[in-house]
């Protein structure tokens, strides 16, 4: 009996041995797969957070971009270009009243030099667009203008062998001129030079002249080339609003055409003085 006894307790102690034992081996079995869990917890925490990290960043990048395209786009000041390169232009309207002074010579009609003539100016005006642009360091620039000239051709009545010479008619003469410009580009005063060339319109009108046995009368006009020289002087009384005085030698050599029999052609070679003055506004 005491044999039983002592089997049974050595053997509910080696069961209950077991038994702990089969709990230890649990409990390690579910640590092992809660750090498992935690593991591949912090992974995806590690993961997640490095794709805010990259999002944040790119989202930065993006926003900045936008930033920078917007701030331009309100109207700020862009980065200045490279190699200190100034873009900037100088541009100049202006409007001017002309004196004409011309010179008495160059009419012939059908071929006949008319040795005495009266070539009178009267009153022009004209406008004018310069640009000066930063490559040439705006000292060296370019010029539209056009104008219109008024005047009359006299002729006394003289008598030779060849018959009787008399006459008068009006011009009026419209310039395009292309122009050539170099100026010393002060702040306050801007002396300048040029030469242009062009085309000019001439209609002369109220003709009446006599030349021996041709006589010309009625209007007609022609469509010539013309060149001119000239300098000024620009004074600024502001740093936009400025005066300005300016002379030229014009040329321009008109032949116009008649009707009827022979087509008895009347030539001026018309050159002129030109003093003008007038305003102009810069940009």
Same mark, same amino acid.
């Given at each position: ?16 041995s ?9 409990? $390690? ?10 593991? $591949?917890?912090?992974?995806?925490? +590690?993961l ?5 990290? $990259? ?10 971009i ?29 409007? +001017?009243?002309?004196?004409?002074i ?13 040795p ?23 000292l ?16 006394p ?25 170099? $100026? ?26 006599? /030349? ?25 009384l502001?740093?936009q ?13 008109y ?17 002129? +003085?030109?003093? /003008? ?7």
């Amino acid at each position: 009996m005491l044999g039983s006894c002592r089997w049974l307790a050595s053997h509910l102690s080696r069961r209950s041995s077991l038994q702990h034992l089969s709990q230890h081996d649990n409990d $390690r079995s579910t640590e092992t797969a809660s750090n498992a869990v935690k593991s $591949r917890g912090f992974a995806s925490i +590690h993961l997640m957070d490095h794709a805010i990290r $990259r999002w944040t960043a790119v989202s930065g990048l993006l926003i900045g971009i936008f930033a920078s395209g917007t701030s331009v786009a309100a109207g700020q000041e862009p980065a200045p270009p490279p190699f200190g390169r100034d873009d900037k232009v100088d541009l100049l309207l202006s409007g +001017h009243v002309i004196g004409v002074i011309p010179q008495d010579k160059g009419l012939s009609v059908g071929g006949s030099t008319i040795p005495t003539i009266d070539v009178r100016g009267t009153i022009g005006a004209g406008m004018k667009f310069d640009v000066y642009p930063w490559f040439t360091k705006k000292l060296l620039g370019a010029e539209i203008e056009t104008f219109g000239l008024g005047g009359s051709v006299r002729t006394p009545r003289t008598t030779s062998g060849v018959g009787t010479t008399q006459g008068q008619a009006n011009l009026i003469a419209i310039s395009t001129m292309y122009n050539l410009m170099l $100026r010393y580009p002060g702040e306050r005063i801007q002396p300048y030079i040029g030469v242009g060339a062009g085309s000019s319109t001439g209609i002369l009108y109220n003709v009446n002249i006599q /030349s021996g046995n041709s006589s010309l009368s009625g209007n007609s006009g022609d469509w010539t080339f013309a060149y001119q020289f000239l300098g000024g002087l620009r004074v600024f009384l502001t740093t936009q609003f400025f005066l300005f005085s300016e002379y030229k030698y014009y040329v321009a050599k008109y032949s116009w055409d008649s009707d009827g029999t022979g087509n008895t052609k009347l030539k001026l070679d018309f050159q002129t +003085h030109l003093v /003008s003055g007038g305003i102009g506004w810069a940009f």
